[in-house]
């Protein structure tokens, strides 16, 4: 059953009185469930592209369509409720509270959410538990090292159950050994929990795991199914 679709869309910047055109006229389909890897150089529109695709950031032609609904025509009240329900994002840098233990910090989006804390707590420590955190959900993210930091934030972005996962660079500054741990994390999470996944990366052996793949060039974009 078909989640995102694309029609037309453009995004132009300008820059010191040129245009620059990181999207042109994209079109495109993702069905829910599946698992989708971006790809292309810096400054290919990558970032630019799941930005879009997650409500962050309107187009400048086109329509983004997440569950039959167009984003960028909701109110901008509506459309934040709508983010912070469907959408769980990941990004390079875990962007963690310090102040808060790994436990509170995966609870956060919960709290936002006015959902119940009892409830909240105890899906916060199995999702803690499964990336094997368990005993250390009372550590605050200075106690605990990048891998474990950003396992922590997979499980922020899972918190409220959200039918997308969004991850931009998610083990970008981290040792391969430790991002290929990260990247089974997030593919064995969104399986087991039916969620859909899009990942921007520049690891491209990433891209074998994946449904779908989108190639990015000069603001085109080129889909391929594996």
């Known amino acids: 059953m078909e989640i995102i679709r694309l029609e037309n869309i453009s995004k132009v910047y300008s820059l010191e009185g040129e245009q620059i055109k990181a999207l042109r006229d994209v079109n495109f389909h993702l069905d829910a469930g599946d698992i989708t890897v971006i790809l292309g150089p810096s400054g290919s529109g990558k970032s630019t592209l799941l930005s879009l695709l997650g409500g962050l950031s309107s187009p400048s032609h086109g329509e983004v369509f997440c569950k039959n609904r167009s984003l960028y025509k909701m109110p901008t009240a509506d459309l934040a409720?709508?983010?912070?329900?469907?959408?769980?994002?990941?990004?390079?840098?875990?962007h963690l509270m310090p102040e808060l233990t790994a436990l509170e910090n995966v609870i956060l989006p919960s709290w936002i959410g006015r959902r119940n804390l009892e409830a909240s707590r105890k899906r916060a420590e199995k999702l803690l538990t499964h990336v094997g955190l368990g005993k250390r959900m009372t550590h605050n993210p200075g106690e605990l090292s990048g891998g474990e930091q950003q396992r922590v934030a997979v499980c922020r972005a899972l918190m409220n159950e959200p039918e997308i996962i969004m991850a931009d660079e998610p083990t970008g500054n981290l040792d391969s050994k430790t991002a290929e741990g990260i990247h089974d994390v997030l593919w064995e999470l969104c399986?087991?929990?039916?969620?859909?996944?899009?990942?921007?990366?520049?690891?491209?052996?990433?891209a074998k795991r994946a449904d779908h793949v989108l190639t990015l060039d000069a603001g085109n974009v080129t889909k391929k199914r594996n």
């Open 191 to 206: 399986q087991k929990e039916g969620r859909t996944l899009i990942v921007v990366t520049h690891y491209e052996p990433l």
């Open 81 to 94: 409720e709508f983010r912070n329900k469907v959408f769980g994002f990941v990004f390079q840098f875990h």
